[in-house]
Structures are given as structure tokens and as C-alpha cells.
T-cell receptor
Framework: QQQVKQSPQSLIVQKGGISIINCAYENTAFDYFPWYQQFPGKGPALLIAIRPDVSEKKEGRFTISFNKSAKQFSLHIMDSQPGDSATYFCAASLRGGADGLTFGKGTHLIIQP | KAGVTQTPRYLIKTRGQQVTLSCSPISGHRSVSWYQQTPGQGLQFLFEYFSETQRNKGNFPGRFSGRQFSNSRSEMNVSTLELGDSALYLC????????????FGSGTRLTVV
């Protein structure tokens, strides 16, 4: 059972454009929703995270939008740069995190110069 | 400040053998969790340890086990290796009370032949 569904699988965006990646979850007990960025040969790195009591969180060029009623959240990358080319994973976890992170399948993002 | 260190980086084993992977968390981080990453299944939670105790385990067979030492270093063991165990094994650590903000290592690439 895939509890976090991520789309699209791959995405090509022109430099300077906005990259948008979407995720939907099923378990309403999820309490924490992070986004991770992974480059080839490296482990995932935490980009930005949100809790369900907030509808939006912005850090630099990265914004999470969260819709609790629709059980959806998305990552927006403004002014996308070639250095943003990577695989992005959304995830969710229960309060306390002892059950670990449940990840989406990932989005392979390519920013064309 | 050193990150999460995983050793070895690469490993080739034969079916039926067993393997032990090592993880040194960030200094002061007492929670350590393990994930398996494959192209087909993506990132899947294996288990988490805190203060030498396993807090939870993901949906993996008993061939997958782990432990944590008093210095928070952790090891995971896979016995009777199968071809399907070929994957990137990632370790992540976090501070207690830091919410769910995991820092991942670069992983151990295990190939079973």
C-alpha cells in the first residue's frame, strides 16, 4: 500500500521557471511532511518541511503548500536553476517519527539552461 | 561538524552470504534509522533505534536486523542474502526533540551476485 503518492515521475523546466511537484497522502495521522533532495551518489538531504497546522512555508526559493482537507501538499521551486536538477522526494511521518518516514516514489527534475 | 558516516561505501556479496553495514551518526544524535532504496520500491523504512533500543521496524523479513551501541553507532545485518537485497542502504540520524528532521548519510551500495 503506497501511502504517499508523488507526481510527476519526471519533470523538465526551463531555467528561471517554476518547478511544481505534488504529493497526496492517505493516512490522516501523518503529522510531518518533509521534502528531500537527492543528487546521484548522495543520500537525501532535507530541503524544507511543514506540519499540518500551517498552509504554506517558504524558505528562499522553495515553498511548500499544504491542503489538509484534500490531503495534498506540493513543492514549488521558484526561479529554477540548473543546480536544482536532482531527484526530489516528498515524505510523511507520524508524530514522534518512530515509525520512520514514508516516502513518495520521487520526481526526477531537470532544469534546462 | 561531521555528517552521518556509513561504511563501506560499496560492497559485493554472493547469494546466501551475510553482510554487516555500519553507521556513525552525527555527534549528539541518539536516534538512528535505516532505509533501503531501490529503483522499483523507492525508499523504504527498515528500522529505528534510540538509546540502544529498536523503536520500530518496517515491513522487512527477519533476515534484516540491526543494533545500536552505547555511543549511538549502529549496524545493520542482512543474513542469507538474496539477489533482491541489492540496494542502496541509507542511515539517518536526528536529535531527540528535533522533530523528525533526519540527516542522511551517503549510503552503502550493496550488490548481491
Amino acid at each position: 500500500q503506497q501511502q504517499v503518492k508523488q507526481s510527476p515521475q519526471s519533470l523538465i523546466v526551463q531555467k528561471g521557471g517554476i518547478s511544481i511537484i505534488n504529493c497526496a497522502y492517505e493516512n490522516t495521522a501523518f503529522d510531518y511532511f518533509p521534502w528531500y533532495q537527492q543528487f546521484p551518489g548522495k543520500g537525501p538531504a532535507l530541503l524544507i518541511a511543514i506540519r499540518p497546522d500551517v498552509s504554506e512555508k517558504k524558505e528562499g526559493r522553495f515553498t511548500i503548500s499544504f491542503n489538509k482537507s484534500a490531503k495534498q501538499f506540493s513543492l514549488h521551486i521558484m526561479d529554477s536553476q540548473p543546480g536544482d536538477s536532482a531527484t526530489y522526494f516528498c515524505a510523511a511521518s507520524l508524530r514522534g517519527g518512530a515509525d520512520g518516514l514514508t516516502f513518495g516514489k520521487g520526481t526526477h527534475l531537470i532544469i534546462q539552461p | 561538524k561531521a555528517g552521518v558516516t556509513q561504511t563501506p561505501r560499496y560492497l559485493i556479496k554472493t547469494r546466501g552470504q551475510q553482510v554487516t553495514l555500519s553507521c556513525s551518526p552525527i555527534s549528539g544524535h541518539r536516534s538512528v534509522s535505516w532505509y533501503q532504496q531501490t529503483p522499483g520500491q523507492g525508499l523504504q523504512f527498515l528500522f529505528e533505534y534510540f538509546s540502544e533500543t529498536q523503536r520500530n521496524k518496517g515491513n522487512f523479513p527477519g533476515r534484516f536486523s540491526g543494533r545500536q551501541f552505547s555511543n549511538s553507532r549502529s549496524e545493520m545485518n542482512v543474513s542469507t542474502l538474496e539477489l533482491g537485497d541489492s540496494a542502496l542502504y541509507l542511515c539517518a540520524s536526528r536529535l531527540p526533540g528535533q522533530g523528525n528532521g533526519y540527516t542522511f548519510g551517503s549510503g552503502t551500495r550493496l550488490t548481491v551476485v
